[in-house]
């Protein structure tokens, strides 16, 4: 059974700093492209941020500059986002994603692939 495990999610203050990790455990993903979600009170999960199995990375434009993606194909397969200046638009719930197939892109999200449980970030100004 697949699960997406995340961490690092929390309170901090506009301009702070927050690391957030996902481990992926059942199943390695060292082909699929990984990549988080967003979804902030009375509004849609959007996506923040996705990364290839060759590094390659793709952002959303409001936190291009910001964010950084990351991935480590180790035993257990894992994907970070490292989020600078953070703005308290970035509130949200943030969720990891992974397709369930390597042909699949992150960015369209839904069923077809597997969720984490999500983590606060809060960002207070």
């Known amino acids: 059974q697949v699960q997406l495990v995340e961490s690092g999610g929390g309170l901090v203050q506009a301009g702070g700093s927050l690391r957030l990790s996902c481990t992926a455990y059942?199943?390695?993903?060292?082909?699929?492209?990984m990549g988080w979600f967003r979804q902030a009170p009375g509004k849609e999960r959007e996506f923040v941020a996705a990364?290839?199995?060759?590094?390659?990375?793709?952002l959303t434009d409001s936190v291009k500059g910001r964010f950084t993606i990351s991935r480590d194909n180790a035993k257990n397969t894992a994907v970070y986002l490292q989020m600078n200046s953070l703005k308290p638009e970035d509130t949200a719930v943030y969720y990891c994603y992974v397709p369930q197939s390597p042909f699949l892109p992150v960015q369209v999200g839904g069923i077809n692939g597997y969720w984490g449980q999500g983590t606060q970030v809060t960002v207070s100004s």
């Open positions: 990364v290839k199995w060759n590094g390659g990375t793709d």
């Open positions: 059942g199943r390695t993903f060292n082909m699929h492209a």
